[in-house]
């Protein structure tokens, strides 16, 4: 129903089909994923990591080999994927056994992929239709709070700027993009001492018995 999303008009989704597909004008999020280069890349230094070659000896390439697979699907950015990677080679004597770190990872994936599937439900129901639609128009405040409250700005923005370079452009674009850039800016510089922080807290975790890791890492 339409409390559901809260700023869309309970006559708006009336009009919207039960099978409606993304239309040109709407962000999917399922695009906001590594792109195939992106991947190559990650599995290129997995290739010559020393991580790896460990899993290789002990017979282990299976189970470690799913654990990358989803640190991949799991990963929001390729800049947190990486860092993902680079802290599992470094802490490798930490971990009892691989079994354990691809449950834990996909706990992770699992959250992820929950996250996508209500970002899927929004595109289906016409939330993300930001252009030229003559029923709704969202307001420049309410696409400001959809890009800062995803977890996705920087792709978001990247799309956004695609939309518009085929799009009749929507009245206050350019101040919106500029407010939310100079947010995604000023996130960045302290987004890089949070990882790390947030990294090490991961691998302290693992020394637990639960190894509940993971937990805060989802940010990164």
């Excluded at 869309?8 to 590594?34: S, W």
């Excluded at 947190?80 to 990677?85: R, Y």
């Excluded at 409250?149 to 452009?169: K, M, N, Y």
Aim: aromatic residues 8%; glycine residues 4%; proline residues 5%.
């Amino acid at each position: 129903n339409g409390e559901e999303f809260g700023w869309i008009p309970q006559a708006y989704l009336e009009l919207i089909p039960d099978n409606a597909a993304p239309t040109p004008f709407e962000i999917d999020f399922r695009l906001c994923v590594p792109r195939p280069e992106d991947r190559l890349a990650v599995l290129d230094f997995i290739e010559g990591s020393s991580l790896f070659c460990e899993a290789r000896a002990h017979s282990n390439v299976e189970v470690y080999t799913d654990v990358v697979d989803q640190v991949l699907r799991g990963g929001r950015t390729i800049t947190a994927t990486m860092a993902t990677l680079l802290e599992l080679d470094r802490n490798r004597r930490n971990f009892p056994d691989l079994k354990s770190l691809a449950t834990s990872v996909k706990q992770l994936r699992d959250r992820w992929d929950e996250v996508a599937k209500q970002c899927q439900e929004l595109v289906k129901h016409g939330a993300m239709m930001l252009f030229d639609n003559p029923r709704m128009t969202l307001s420049s405040y309410q696409i400001m709070q959809l890009m800062t409250t995803t977890t996705c700005g920087s792709e978001i923005i990247d799309r956004l700027q695609e939309e518009v370079a085929r799009c009749p452009r929507y009245p206050g674009f350019d101040d919106l993009i500029a407010a939310t850039t100079a947010r995604q800016r000023a996130l960045a510089k302290t987004k890089v001492a949070k990882a790390e922080e947030d990294c090490q807290t991961v691998f302290m975790t693992l020394r637990r018995p639960d190894l509940r890791l993971f937990k805060g890492f989802i940010d990164l």
